[in-house]
């Protein structure tokens, strides 16, 4: 069976951290761009970051650039999501996705082949 499972979202304050964790299991992250989304009340789903095939290249929307990392780590199958400075606006659930095509082309469409359940991330102000 096919899953992305997340985990590491919780309730933070304002200037924390969290770290999120994708872990896919029933296929290999090899073939895939992955990317993390996430949905605000009242809002619509956006794409945070992604990042390519085997980890060679990493995107990032421009209200998280040089706060939050993406990494890959093929060992275990997992990709990361580090997130520092968190601001409320942050706050929302965090979805993982992976697909075979781009980042540009799944971030703008929200179409990928595989979808995790979402975790809650609450920044408190």
């Known amino acids: 069976e096919v899953q992305l499972v997340e985990s590491g979202g919780g309730l933070v304050q304002a200037g924390g951290s969290l770290r999120l964790s994708c872990a896919a299991s029933?296929?290999?992250?090899?073939?895939?761009?992955i990317g993390w989304f996430r949905q605000a009340p009242g809002k619509e789903r956006e794409g945070v970051s992604g990042i390519s095939r085997s980890g060679g290249n990493r995107y990032y929307a421009d209200s998280v650039r040089g706060r939050f990392t993406i990494s890959w780590d093929n060992a275990k199958n997992t990709v990361y999501l580090q997130m520092n400075k968190l601001n409320p606006e942050d706050t929302g659930v965090y979805y993982c996705a992976a697909d075979r095509s781009t980042w540009y082309y799944f971030s703008n469409t929200g179409i990928a082949a595989y979808w995790g359940q979402g975790i809650q991330v609450t920044v408190s102000s």
């Open positions: 029933g296929f290999t992250f090899d073939d895939y761009t």
